[in-house]
């Protein structure tokens, strides 16, 4: 049975950050007390889940794309995530995640840490920003196309603001 997204919000406090680990595949390999606690997930309910286990439908798919295709290349990405808990309850994050590399300097996973964010940036520019990713990723005929036109709409609307998307993220 799927859970069900509801508008009830859980919110976590300024000093306390969520930490997560996974490997390659985005399986959680690592969950800190805060991530159980604001996810609603006991620490060993998450072990070994894809990270995407809490991710809210709220979501435009090409915001996960940007930062995979970020983090992959071995860059760190700041992103604004709307997460959802077990619960179905929903809270937002401001997300820093980076590349973990092994001794030898191979990539072995990703590592995060979300923070509280800005809420008047996520009321304000956000939130606007990902309804109209989410009504373009739903207005073409396939999931792949809309995913495309989205993509392309993030691009366009990075270049038109800043030189890059992390630029972007942090003049908001």
């Given at each position: 049975m799927s859970v069900r997204p509801t508008s009830e919000e859980?919110?976590?406090?300024?000093?306390?950050?969520i930490v997560s680990k996974t490997d390659l595949k985005g399986r959680i390999t690592y969950a800190n007390q805060v991530f159980a606690k604001v996810s609603g997930y006991s620490r060993a309910e998450l072990m070994t889940q894809p990270h995407s286990i809490i991710r809210h439908p709220d979501m435009p798919r090409c915001v996960f794309k940007?930062?995979?295709d970020r983090i992959q290349d071995g860059h760190?990405?700041?992103a604004y995530v709307k997460n959802m808990a077990k619960s179905g309850a929903y809270y937002w994050v401001f997300a820093h995640v980076t590349p973990s590399y092994d001794a030898d300097g191979t990539m072995v996973g990703y590592h995060s840490n979300r923070r509280v964010p800005d809420r008047r940036v996520v009321r304000e520019v956000i939130e606007p920003l990902y309804g109209e990713l989410l009504k373009i990723e739903a207005s073409d005929k396939g999931a792949k196309e809309g995913l495309v036109a989205s993509y392309a709409a993030l691009n366009n609307i990075v270049k038109s603001?800043?030189?890059?998307y992390d630029e972007l993220i942090f003049s908001l």
């Open positions: 859980v919110t976590f406090q300024v000093d306390e950050i940007l930062l995979w760190e990405v700041f603001k800043a030189s890059s």
